[in-house]
């Protein structure tokens, strides 16, 4: 097709003395036609490129999200007048409902390595992916992102590692994992849902 357009564009150049008016008809039609028969699909693929980088981002933010739930029961079971182990109780139950993670009724110890420990990396490496989803919307913030992450995963393990090993709340440590995830949340929270508006 696009052969058979370049050749009558060729025969029109060649016989610019006797204008056919019928060939130039024919040959802005097909032009057009041609344009139009690239443009649409490039357009297409560009709508659902954009749309599946919606939904990658969606799907991350929902992982950050849980942070900051959890943060945000942290916060309110500080608050609370109960016995250490009922505080850490509290802390493993919100957890375990946050994250969807079933705690078995085995140790405490166990149920860190065998499901808690195996929630947080899955949702660490979800939320690791915003450095490459988020790179426009980031624009040079990205430098240390990976980097303030990571921390606020490192303060997540401490907390419930001191929790089921020590079977005790460690104050200082959710301290520490609310302050990193506030701070993370305060530089970044525009940035990542600015691209996640319609």
Known sequence: YILSVLNNIAESINQLGKINWLDVVTLIISTGSLIFAVLVPVRIANKENKTALFEKRFNTYIEITKLIKFSDLLKKTKGKNLSEDLKVQDILENFSSVFNCVLSNGSSVLNYENKILPAIEENKTF????????????????????????????????????????????????????????????????????????
């Open 127 to 198: 939320a690791k992916t915003i450095v490459f989803l988020y790179s426009k919307a980031l624009n040079n913030k990205h430098g240390d992102i990976e980097e303030k992450i990571e921390n606020i995963y490192l303060e997540l393990k401490k907390l419930l590692k001191v929790a089921c090993k020590n079977e005790e709340y460690d104050s200082s440590a959710a301290d520490s994992f609310i302050k990193y995830l506030d701070d993370f949340m305060n530089n970044y929270k525009s940035a990542l849902e600015k691209p996640l508006k319609l």
